[in-house]
Structure formats: structure tokens, C-alpha cells
């Protein structure tokens, strides 16, 4: 770079190098006289005839010194050799006589120093700017390192507690009044004997890392009776067969310890033959089997006692003999495909969870204020000679809708053109007007109310019409100008884009739609992939069981999780086809019947929900593979099962091209820059005149205009409750064949497909570019009669093989292949 900026061609840059090189000549030179020259003798040499030293002798010595170097080896002068010359000399005396030789030294090298950072270009702040640079890159990537190992230990931790829990033995503490009965202790709870040595504080952390060690009784820990320790008690052999399994229901190791002998009868179970004791090993004294329970209760919504503890540890029995034990052993279930195994029930999070909507039933308009706008409404339309009434206003949590019935021979169009005036004369902060109210013949003013009203997302689920629907993929969206809920059934949809500018309130409006389904469905009905490349929008839904795979942020993996969800639902329309049905409704339906009867043929197949909350990312890294796999699965996948969510807050031609656009019929377009950026969500205008901080336009395909409401506003806190619950209850069930395709398929999968299927037209373009001589892509367009795009990738692949050569601005290409090359080539067979 140095050397590079030296050799520049510019004269402000020659000037100042030349002078700083003069500069650094000069001081060296001065340092060499001080090193060399005597001060004292100096003088002594510019004594001039008066007797005295004398300047203009001096300048004289080192001027005939500088023009004659020789002099300074000449072995007569050798023991006074005058060094540096005029400029050198001169500036060495200078500099000695002011601060002395040191000080001189000192001050010529500091000057060398910030002569040679100026011609040679060295920039400290830069230096110091790229070390920094490099510290923070470095802790960032030792932080990174550090977050996941941590992750990977809780994980870890969680499910190794899980599985034991699954183990665990749960001792039931029990006091009577008599006193006869003993409370038994949890192990980690137990005083240890005074024999023992108290355990350090570094075992008890370790023991709160190994779970192998969490509520498990030793042999020695057991009491054995005084009758089994006498030496007269002959041991009698027990042979008792081990289950085949051991299910979360039933475990041979739930005990319960009395202090008394008497061991109560154990209850009948219907069903079982009466059986002999003999076979049946001999338990302790203080402790009986417990008596199977068979119908188990079905765990509540919003309880908080564990469903494993309440329903199945506590009503264990053991199993050591299996022919008298009365319980049936529950065969595994085989699952229904790789993407569907989950092993627990699922139990959707308490509503407690989420903030209660207290403000609904504090909407009610302030009538007065109310009446008093309409008036004002009307004197401001009168004042422009229009004639028009207000016959029904309706508020809602955001904004204020009068309806207007214009007067006879009014145009709408009048009133339309007045938005600006009538904001203006109301002293609102912008005013939306629907011309007409589809349905009723009005004219729809929307004024934003002073103080707006948050719709929190439980008021919504807690709705007759959430409650009421039965599809899987009903979400909450928010209210509509009435108070309305908006619900979205996703599965009609069947698609949904999402655009608006930073901060009207997307991710929110995507936390509203995904909270709504975790409250609603279980894994069994929708599984989500998800794709995040901002990393700290989705990323906390990591851990869920709905989940395929962890949440994508990279975005070059991005296009190998869509190229997944072709396959699988190029993989469904399989088996509809190979079991003759022709949507995921009727194939679910047949499985259902045929699991009944026992045939695994079919699997039970979820829906499935692609959420991408930024497009313009994956559109920026590989934009092909994006858009061809999001063609394909927003033209086909509705009847596979396989709905998708797009989000991204750049609403350009080249995010939302006009193929995503025309397979994605159902849009919510929240505040826009511009009118221009309104149009590309909904193809009209309006989006643009929205309040932010979740206003939104929600626009289905069975709606023939927007629908304006306040989009539903869940927390951050509230979204974390819920997920740290869900992870509490069920572990997460990633599939690992999808998450090894998302990891290791290359973007380039796609690409060399398309190069095994090569154009047809290869041929006849390579025949033409011949006989003309020249190649472009106008020349293919016109003599084959082809779009741009494929006449393009016509002239690129003939440029890959070596026919035409390369891009040379607005010139054609050149033919590189000669008439008898290229009949030459035709006649071996290549082409």
C-alpha cells in the first residue's frame, strides 16, 4: 500500500513526498555532523582574521565541505572532518547550541520519526483500529464458543433429567397420629450417618450434575430387618422374569415403606385369575406392593403438578411376577414416519401464561367527543358545497370509523381527493378513507383515535370463535375498526405474506400467529421448520416439539431447508398417489381407519409450517434457489400439507417478485414508506397512511378489499413463559435426517441438476452464432423466438463450452469456432 501510494501520479502527493524526503536527508546528515564534529573545534576553525569566529567563515567551511565531499577523507583535514554540509552543519550547530548536543539528538529524531510516518503513510489510528478490531472479533467468536457450550450443557442437563425422572422413585410421605409410621426421605434430603464424612461443597456440585446420582437408594441405604439378620433364616430362592419393557406408566421400584408388619390384602384387579403366593418374592417387613391403578386421569390445563408424578409414579405396581401382576404391558406404538415421533402427550401451556386483556372492556367511546367529530366531519364537507351525512360511527382499539352517506349527485370521488383537507380540519394525525365500505352504501372515514388501546393476544384465544374453530392452523391476528377478532385459518389460506417497514410490528404479529397454533395443536397435528437470519427473532423457539430442526439463521442453509420441503411434499404426493387420495384431509383420514385396524401401512402425516421471517436476506445470498424452491412449494404444497409464512421489511420488486407474488394470494401489509411500497404488498395503495406499532391491512384471497384492525401484541416476556413451559413439559423431537439435509446439502444440489438437464436449443444457438458469425442475446431472442432469460443462459452455456467467447460490453461476442470446426464437430457426434 506504501509503495503504492509513492508511486501515485499526482502532484499534491510528489510535492509533499519530496519535501518530507528532503526533510529526513537533512536531519540525518545533522545527526552524522553531531556525531562527527566538535563544537568547540568548530569554532576554533571559523576564526576569522579579526581574531574571532565569525559566521560567514563558518558558512564558508561547510559550504566548501558539502561541495567538495573529497575533503572530509582527505587525510590532512581527517582529524577535523566538517560533515553534513551547509544545510546539515548549519542545523546541527543550531540545534547544539540551543539545547545542547543531547537535546539536539533528541529533537532530530523526533523529527526523522513523524517525517518517516508521513512518507511512508503509516497511519496509527488505523493500526490501533484494525487491533481493536481484531480483540473484538476474537472475544466475539470466544463468547460464541462459550454461549453454545453452555447451551449444549443445559440441553444436556435438561434431558438427562428427564430421563431420570422417568426412573425416579417416588416415596410417599405419610404421618399418622400413632406415630407408627415412618416419613421417608428424599436421598439428597436424608442426614447422613455420623460415621460418614459430610460431604465438601465441591461433591455437591457434582452431584448436581450427574443425575445418575439424583434419588437413587443404594443397597446399604435400605434398613434390612432384624429377622432377615438372624443366622437361622434360611434364604429361599426367588425366580421371578423381567418385563419385557418398562413404560413411563409402570415401574417395579415404586415401594411404600410402613413401619408396621401387617401387610393388607392386596386389592383383586378385574379380569385377573386368582394366583398363589408361593412364586411370589418375599418383601421386607414395612413394605407392600401397590395396587395397580388402571384409568388414569386426564391431565389438567394450567396444573401444576408434574402429569408423570400425578399419574403414573404414584400408582406404580411391581412387576416381578408377570402372571398375576394385572397390568397390561402397552406395546410401543410404530411411528407414523421419522418427522412425526414424539414420546409424551401433549399438554398446551395454561392460559395464565399470557397477560390478561383487562382493557376490553374499557373500548367504550366517548360518546359526546364521538358526536361532536362527526358534526365537525360534516361542516368540513359542507364547506366544500359536498352534502353528506353520518349515519353509523364505530370505534375500534386504534382508530374511529365514521360512515358517511353522501348526499344525491355527490361523486366519491370528490370526498376521496378531500383526505388531506378533512385531516387538516379534524387535526388528526391521518386520515384513511374507504370508498365504498364493501357491502353497505357508505363512505368510510377512518380517523385514529387520541389514546389507542392494546389487543392483547389472550383476549383473542380466549374467544368464541378461537374456541369454536376446529382447524389446526387458526391464528389470532388481532381486532378489526369494530372489535372483532381477525382470525386466519392458514390452512385455507393458503399461504401468507407479511411485509411493512422496521418496526410496524411484524415479528409480532408472527409471535401472535405462532403462539396461537402452540396453544391450539399439538405436535402431532403441525410440525414448523423455521428460517431466522436475524438470528434473534425466532431463535428463542429453539427447544419446542414442534420443531423439524433447530431454527435456521444462516442464510446460504436457508435454500437447503426449502429444497427439503420440495422433497417432502414431492414425497407426499407419492403416497396420495399410491393410495389414491388427493389431499392431506382425505390420506389422514384413511390412515386413521386403517391404524384402527392395525395396518402400518399408512403414517399419520402433520401439517407442516414454514415461517421465514426476512426474505430480503435469503434473496441477497441465493436468490435462484430461493425463488425456484418458493415457486414451487407456494404453487403445490397446499394439498401436500406444507403452508408457508413470509415475512421481510423491504418490499421490493426484486424481494416479492411477481412469481412469490402470484402463488401468494393472502397478504397483511402493516405501515409502509410509500405508496409505491404499498402497492407491491397489496397492489393498491393504502398501506401508507397506516399508524404503525401494529395497524395493519389484512387482505385473504376471500376478501375483495383490505380489512383494517389492530394486529394482536404479545410480549417478549410472555412468548418466553410460554416456551420455557412448553420445554418443561416435552423434550425437543428434532428429526435427524432433516437436520443432517439443512446441514450438509450444498446450494449448489440445485445448480448441477439444472446443468444435468441441458436445453434443447443448445444446437440450433450454436448454429446460428456460426452462421453469423457473431453471438448475442438479441440475436437468439429474435431468430428463436425467445424470452430474455432463456436466451441468455443459451449464450452462457455456449460460453462455457468454448464456442463463443466472453463479454465485451455492448460489442457481440466473438464466434470462436470456425464453418469446418463446426461441421467437423457435427460430424463426430458431440453436439
Known amino acids: 500500500m506504501t509503495v503504492d501510494r509513492f508511486l501515485e501520479r499526482r502532484i499534491k502527493n510528489s510535492r509533499k513526498r519530496f519535501t518530507y524526503l528532503l526533510i529526513i536527508l537533512t536531519g540525518s546528515v545533522a545527526i552524522l555532523h553531531i556525531a562527527t564534529v566538535d563544537p568547540s573545534r568548530f569554532i576554533k576553525l571559523a576564526v576569522g582574521d579579526t581574531g574571532d569566529p565569525e559566521a560567514f567563515q563558518a558558512i564558508r567551511l561547510l559550504w566548501s565541505s558539502g561541495v567538495d565531499p573529497s575533503r572530509i577523507a582527505d587525510p590532512a583535514a581527517s582529524a577535523d572532518p566538517l560533515t553534513g554540509g551547509l544545510l546539515g552543519g548549519g542545523l546541527a550547530f543550531a540545534l547544539t547550541a540551543i539545547a545542547g548536543k543531547v537535546g539536539a539528538l533528541i529533537l532530530l529524531g523526533a523529527l526523522l520519526a513523524s517525517q518517516l510516518v508521513l512518507f511512508l503513510n503509516v497511519s496509527l489510528s488505523k493500526a490501533i483500529g484494525r487491533t481493536a478490531e481484531a480483540i473484538n472479533k476474537t472475544r466475539k467468536r470466544v463468547d460464541g464458543a462459550v454461549r453454545s457450550s453452555v447451551a449444549n450443557i443445559r440441553q444436556t442437563h435438561l434431558e438427562e433429567e428427564q430421563i431420570a425422572r422417568n426412573f425416579d422413585i417416588d416415596l410417599e410421605k405419610q404421618k399418622q397420629k400413632d406415630d407408627r409410621t415412618e416419613s421417608v426421605q428424599p436421598l439428597s434430603d436424608r442426614p447422613e450417618p455420623e460415621g460418614k464424612k459430610k460431604s465438601s461443597f465441591l461433591q455437591s456440585l457434582k452431584r448436581l450434575w450427574h443425575v445418575d446420582d439424583l434419588s437413587v437408594i443404594t443397597p446399604e441405604e435400605l434398613a434390612v430387618p432384624d429377622f432377615l439378620q438372624s443366622e437361622e433364616q434360611t434364604e429361599t430362592p426367588v425366580q421371578a422374569t423381567e418385563p419385557a419393557d418398562i413404560s413411563p406408566q409402570a415401574s417395579p421400584y415404586d415401594l411404600r415403606v410402613n413401619a408396621t408388619s401387617d401387610l393388607p390384602p392386596s386389592p383383586s384387579v378385574s379380569g385377573a385369575k386368582p394366583e398363589s403366593r408361593v412364586d411370589t418374592p418375599v418383601l421386607p417387613a414395612g413394605i407392600r406392593r401397590v395396587p395397580p391403578k388402571q384409568d388414569f386421569p386426564k391431565p389438567v390445563i394450567g396444573s401444576d403438578t408434574d402429569p408423570l408424578v400425578e399419574n403414573g409414579r404414584a400408582h406404580w405396581q411391581d412387576r416381578s411376577d408377570p402372571s398375576g401382576s394385572g397390568v397390561d404391558f402397552i406395546k410401543p406404538r410404530k411411528p407414523a414416519g421419522d418427522q412425526l415421533t414424539i414420546q409424551l402427550p401433549y399438554e398446551t401451556p395454561p392460559i395464565h401464561l399470557l397477560r390478561k386483556d383487562t382493557n376490553a372492556a374499557a373500548r367504550a367511546a366517548n360518546t359526546p367527543a364521538i358526536q361532536a367529530l362527526g358534526r365537525k366531519l360534516e361542516n368540513t364537507l359542507d364547506s366544500f358545497g359536498i352534502q353528506a351525512k353520518v349515519i353509523r360511527v364505530t370505534t375500534g382499539p386504534t382508530i374511529t370509523r365514521f360512515e358517511l352517506s353522501p348526499g344525491p349527485g355527490v361523486k366519491v370521488s370528490r370526498i376521496v381527493s378531500l383526505s388531506d383537507d378533512i385531516a387538516l380540519n379534524l387535526a388528526a394525525m391521518g386520515v384513511r378513507i374507504e370508498a365504498p365500505i364493501p357491502g353497505k352504501s357508505a363512505i368510510g372515514i377512518e380517523i385514529p383515535n387520541k389514546e389507542t388501546t392494546p389487543v392483547l393476544l389472550r383476549g383473542l384465544l380466549e374467544s368464541t370463535e378461537f374456541i369454536q ?110 393410495k389414491s387420495v388427493r389431499d392431506i384431509n382425505s390420506y389422514n383420514s384413511s390412515a386413521t381407519v386403517a391404524l384402527a385396524r392395525g395396518d402400518d401401512d399408512y403414517e399419520k402425516l402433520p401439517l407442516i409450517l414454514f415461517v421465514i421471517d426476512e426474505l430480503s436476506d435469503l434473496m441477497a445470498t441465493t436468490p435462484t434457489e430461493v425463488e425456484d424452491a418458493i415457486a414451487r412449494l407456494t404453487a403445490m404444497a397446499r394439498a401436500a400439507g406444507i403452508h408457508l409464512i413470509i415475512a421481510t421489511q423491504r418490499p421490493s420488486v426484486d424481494v416479492i417478485t411477481g412469481v412469490i407474488k402470484a402463488n401468494i394470494p393472502s397478504r397483511i401489509a402493516f405501515a409502509a414508506a410509500s405508496q409505491v411500497d404499498s402497492r407491491t404488498i397489496l397492489d393498491m395503495g393504502g398501506a401508507e397512511k397506516l399508524l404503525g406499532k401494529g395497524d395493519l391491512l389484512y387482505y385473504p384471497q376471500s376478501l375483495a378489499k ?19 413451559w412448553l420445554r418443561s413439559r416435552h423434550v425437543a423431537d428434532y428429526n435427524q435426517e432433516v437436520t443432517d439435509t439443512i446441514m450438509t446439502a450444498t446450494a449448489n444440489d440445485s445448480r448441477e441438476r439444472d446443468q444435468d438437464d441441458e436445453d434443447e436449443l443448445i444446437p440450433q444457438a450454436l448454429d446460428i452464432v456460426v452462421e453469423t458469425g457473431y453471438a448475442s442475446v438479441s440475436l437468439l431472442q429474435r431468430r428463436l423466438k425467445l424470452g430474455y432469460p432463456r436466451a441468455a443462459r443459451l449464450i452462457d452455456t455456449l460460453h462455457d463450452k468454448g464456442f463463443v467467447g466472453p463479454f465485451d460490453g455492448s460489442k457481440p461476442r466473438k464466434v470462436l469456432i470456425t464453418q469446418d470446426q463446426y461441421l467437423e464437430y457435427k460430424a463426430r457426434g458431440d453436439g
Open 469 to 578: 374453530s376446529q382447524s389446526p392452523l387458526m391464528a389470532a391476528l388481532g381486532r378489526d375498526v369494530q372489535g372483532n377478532p381477525i382470525l386466519c385459518d392458514l390452512t385455507k389460506m393458503p399461504h401468507l405474506l407479511i411485509a411493512g417497514a422496521t418496526g410496524s410490528g411484524k415479528s409480532v404479529c408472527i409471535n401472535a400467529i405462532l403462539m396461537s397454533i402452540l396453544y391450539r395443536s399439538s405436535p402431532d397435528e403441525v410440525r414448523m421448520m423455521m428460517i431466522d437470519p436475524k438470528v434473534v427473532e425466532l431463535s428463542v423457539y429453539n427447544g419446542i416439539p414442534h420443531l423439524l430442526a433447530p431454527v435456521v439463521t444462516d442464510p446460504k442453509k436457508a435454500a437447503n431447508a426449502l429444497n427439503w420441503a420440495v422433497s417432502e411434499m414431492v414425497r407426499r404426493y407419492g403416497l396420495f398417489a399410491d
Open 706 to 724: 383490505p380489512l383494517r384492525g389492530q394486529g394482536a401484541f404479545v410480549t417478549d416476556a410472555e412468548v418466553e413463559r410460554v416456551l420455557t
